[in-house]
């Protein structure tokens, strides 16, 4: 019982003791894999640049610094509503001047047009949507032809909790993501060991083919 708690707690964190202490360990335990998402993803001054399952802000401050052209947009979703009210008021200046937008929706039913994002990154966050398809579907519509997805996780630490019942189901697994990409029209799909200090960790990519 336990475990599915925490695994909804770290899917959709609340307004609670439990999420207080999710969006702490977010914090502490993220931080590496979202600096490294956000340099993976080769962002350029001017680009439109998409974080999904943005949580506490720790992705987004690290993208909008790179984001040095007046066109240059950053736009972040969160199906949680506390992590969306925690990550306004962390970028609230960036916010407030047009740098950043920020959204509380579903990444299956995002609120941008068709083909204006250059750049997409996400971290630890896929095992937690009910249908990747839809939600691989959704990400490739928003994108530009060509743009870059990138997803950084530790893939055995996602497999212990898996192992204890905190994840859902099997959509944890990365093949079962990179399946869904590929079937949403993502082309040059893998996934690649990478090394920051001490950390081993693994990056998915993926390429918007239109």
């Given at each position: ?35 490294n998402a956000v340099q993976l993803s080769g962002i350029q001054p001017g680009d439109t640049v998409l974080e999904l399952g943005h949580g506490p802000g720790l992705g ?89 997805m990138v997803t950084t996780m530790k893939v055995s630490a996602v497999a212990a909790f898996a192992k204890k019942q905190v994840m859902p189901g099997e959509n944890w ?38």
């Amino acid at each position: 019982m336990w475990a599915e708690k925490l695994g909804k707690e770290l899917g959709y964190p609340t307004r609670s003791l439990m999420g207080w202490l999710v969006s702490r360990f977010l914090i502490a335990h993220n931080r590496v894999l979202e600096e490294n998402a956000v340099q993976l993803s080769g962002i350029q001054p001017g680009d439109t640049v998409l974080e999904l399952g943005h949580g506490p802000g720790l992705g987004l401050q690290s993208a909008a610094k790179l984001l040095t052209e007046p066109t240059g947009h950053l736009i972040g979703v969160d199906f949680s509503e506390y992590m969306h009210k925690m990550a306004s008021d962390i970028m609230k200046e960036l916010v407030a001047s047009g740098k950043v937008t920020l959204h509380h929706c579903d990444v299956a039913a995002m609120p941008l047009a068709d083909s204006t994002v250059d750049k997409v990154f996400h971290c630890n966050c896929y095992y937690f949507w009910p249908d990747l398809r839809k939600g691989a579907t959704e990400i490739h519509r928003v994108m530009k032809p060509g743009g870059l997805m990138v997803t950084t996780m530790k893939v055995s630490a996602v497999a212990a909790f898996a192992k204890k019942q905190v994840m859902p189901g099997e959509n944890w697994r990365p093949e079962a993501y990179m399946a869904a990409l590929r079937d949403s029209g993502f082309s040059d799909v893998r996934m690649e060991d990478r090394q920051q200090k001490l950390l081993t960790f693994q990056a998915i990519y993926a390429t918007a083919s239109k």
